[in-house]
């Protein structure tokens, strides 16, 4: 068996977060520089997540300087108001203070209905990540789903007294928390992009926030890299143009993600990127004397000048970060690497690359643009959006999705402007003074006017914007010979220096006021077409990018654009799902537009310089890795679906499989909508089960009660031992030989003809080597590893970074709640390959250190030898 992993001389690549989490220690390298504002006693606490995320650690009364006004507790929050009694487990003294750790509802009575726990599905620094779904309904099993429903992302409002810290230094940690977790949920409900995970809904109770984003069921990024190592070039571009897409959408609405790493990029089941954690994202403003100052995210993917304490604008962070994470998708490892932390802080701060020799020139003349230690000279996310290696197979730049919108005119919306007070604005009257002033502001209208002009000048048809610029323009050298100021001021927009273009990020609070009308907007479109039964209209105008638009699933309640290139196109058919939840959105103002502009006046290369081929490949399915072994052969324009059965039977053939391949696509195909039909049969009556079970005990206005999962039998906090939930089978149980039946997006690391038995035992032979604890669960493992202190001492798992702290999932050596320090956990399913009698084994970390789980999947494929 053939394994695709990267040299194992290459990884581990570690996380490390700039926040600290473990007191520093003189064995110890010296912590990130921190704001102003961040104490000493902060860095030194050891709650990594309270302290580490608030770098704008104050009361929320006093917003962090220079920072964004953080929220009040969201508008969006459903909030109970109830329960003001502590949890039943007295978690809680006489004084309300936290004594022990606190449980959680495992019921959730969200506005649009009760969900119910299903299992944990990941482990933040911010708290667990529980899959959940909708009770008294089937909505989900009539659009054929069977596994999906909602991510909740339950977060602590009150830290426990552990000793460490005073009660003022718990209730400012506790303050801060708060106004990132309602800034967060205000963000995050007002984002509506296909390639941003959505939330659904929110509930704040007394002690938690529970916010319930859509659930991203393919996977991690990190997964697949673990599983392929480096990705093809071709396959890393699909993906970076969603990134593009997603941060480019961000900026254009003023906000900054600021965490941008390999751990905060999901893959959905139909293979397309979502970007998750806006846990520290933030409004940012073109304005010199409003620059951003908390200095955040994770180390390896922290851009220098927050490493050097220097006040920022925001998006060239995220570009920074965007760089990083391309050069971990093409290489299979971190572009900095040390394992000594102030050696990490200084390759960063260099900047120098060590870029492979098989990397393409476009894609290293790329990275190099984005790892520029300068900000100001930092390619913007138009430069990254329009190089050649971005568009290369595509016929522009990767569509942003940015609903069309029009220059703001008075007078104001009202409503939109009551739906703005989440975000610490002021009160109504004064958000309407300000924007009134911003809107009449001679800037504001001096770009309106010429935004006018521009619509009504007859648009240049590509042959002739060609001619304007010169057909033989060398973008490469254009790059090199951009002034700071234009590459600064460029930003994000098309080709407009950030605040000057009234339609992009010109100020946060007009960002707001588009974001909360569309997001109204989308909600009465919603009503409406529940109204009536029929789905919501999605308007999609014509753009060049799309050849055709995208099919709307006639059931789905979701609709959004897809990049052409989208895996839905290649992998087998799946059954009609939902990926963004309720919601619709509005056909975005195409970036292919752009391409009948006129050239920016930095002569940054614009779409129609470059004419890529009509029609060309796009990123090929993940099934083709498969066929990667033997790539000579595949069909240069095999179709998807053939080329998917082509390049697997050539796989069988060449390890003497080779079989009647139609009688056997047949049987599969048979055989995955009797399993198909099955599991919604049994999810139908497990739905109406529990909703008959439900109905009458769980009300939408019925006080929130924070029972616990011990409380309900499900499960002991922060005990888990396994990926959550799982069913655990006896080692008889006849399904111990089922395999988990391929769903969606194909992850596999390694594919194996051996017999699925055989493979279980493979695994267990080499867990136990291990010592890796494991549980069997259905169609796989669920596994715990603890390391010993001579591993943890070794650095291996960059327990020196600590002092850098967590900051994401898997930030070196940080902490997570409810798992034990340095406890790994993490399944091993086996699933099983449609069409030819192949199996392959697929990781997914739950929780503990990211890349010490990295290094223990790549160990245990590597001993696996299949
Ligand atoms: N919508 C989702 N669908 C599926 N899994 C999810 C989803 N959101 C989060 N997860 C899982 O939970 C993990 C933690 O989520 P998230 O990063 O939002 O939490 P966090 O506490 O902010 O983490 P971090 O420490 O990385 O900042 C993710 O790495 C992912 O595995």
Redesign the pocket.
Known sequence: MTTTLAAGAELPIRSQ?VRTRRPPTSSRPEPLPRSESSTRAEASRPHR?SSQ?SATAQSPRHPQQGDMAAPAPSATAHDTGAPEEPPRDRAVDAQGQRTSKNRYRTVIPAPSGNYAFIKT?????????K?AKKEGTNELASLGISDAG??C?I?ERVSADDGRQSREERERADAAREDRNAR?AAIVSLLNHQYI?GLQDNLRTRWHWYML?????GG?M?DYIISHGKLKEKQARKFARQIASAVDYCHRNSIVHR?L?I??I?ISKTGDI?I??F??SNLFSPEEDRKLKTYCG?LYFAAPELLQARPYTGPEVDVWSFGVVLFVLVCGKVPFDDQYMPALHQKIKKGAVDYPNWLSSECKHLISRMLVTDPKLRASMHEVMNHPWMLKGYNGPPENYLPQREPLKLPLDEEIITHMTGFKFGPPDHIREELTKKISSPKYQAAARRLEKEKEQPLPTPKDAEKRRGFGFDFYKRRSSITSKDTLTNGSTDGLPIGDDPLNAFDPMVSIYYLVREKLERDRQEAQAAQLSVPPKVQVPPSPQLAQPPPVLPNSPIARPKEKHSLAEIVPPQPAHTEGGLRTRQRARSHSEDQVREPAANGLLSPDIVSPKKGGNGPVSLLRRLSTRDRRKEPADGKPSTLMQKSVSMRAKSLGHARRESIQARRAKREAEQQQQQQQQQQQQQQATSSSNNNSHHHHQEPVREETDAELGLEAEGGETSGGSHERLAPEDPDLAKPVYLKGIFSVSTTSTKPLPEIRADIKRVLKMLGVGYTEIKGGFSCSHAPSIAEEDSHLLGGRHSTGG??????GG?Q?PGVPDGELRFEIVIVKVPIVSLHGVQF???GGN?WQYKAMAEQIVRELRL
């Open positions: 977060s997540r995320r599905i990941g482990q933040g620094s911010m708290g667990k990540v899959l909602v991510a992302k977060i967060e995970c984003f859509e659930y991203v069921n991690q990190l965490d790493k751990e905060n999901l979502k998750i954690d846990g520290l994770s967590g900051g994401g999932a898997g930030g940080r997570e997914k970390r739950v990211t």
